[in-house]
């Protein structure tokens, strides 16, 4: 069974830096792409960044300047830098991974568990 993990939430003062990371494990194959999304309260679930295996990256214009996604590929494991953070930041951060458990299987969307990040002004 594949499962994401993540870590790395929690309160932080406005202005200030979190890193988030979610790790693969399981029968893997290849994962393509990873990512991160959020959702706060009342919202929908939407996309803050993005990177292929390659290393490709897309972020939300909310995020772009602040936040840098990165990722170890012989780890399975894919980071989120956060600085100079908002209140307005403040969600349910969500790992997002498509991943491929052999050769000859599908690509499947995975999730993390979520972690809180708190954005106090």
């Known amino acids: 069974q594949v499962q994401l993990v993540e870590s790395g939430g929690g309160l932080v003062q406005a202005g200030g830096s979190l890193r988030l990371s979610c790790a693969a494990s399981?029968?893997?194959?290849?994962?393509?792409?990873m990512g991160w999304y959020r959702q706060a309260p009342g919202k929908q679930r939407d996309l803050v960044a993005q990177i292929t295996s390659s290393g490709n990256t897309n972020y939300a214009d909310s995020v772009k300047g602040r936040f840098t996604i990165s990722r170890d590929n012989a780890k399975n494991t894919v980071y989120l830098q956060m600085n100079s953070l908002k209140p307005e930041d403040t969600a349910v951060y969500y790992c997002?991974?498509?991943?491929?458990?052999?050769?000859?299987?599908?690509?499947?969307?995975?999730w993390g568990q979520g972690t809180q990040v708190t954005v106090s002004s």
């Open positions: 997002n991974a498509g991943i491929q458990e052999s050769p000859w299987s599908p690509g499947i969307d995975y």
């Open positions: 399981g029968s893997i194959f290849s994962i393509n792409p």
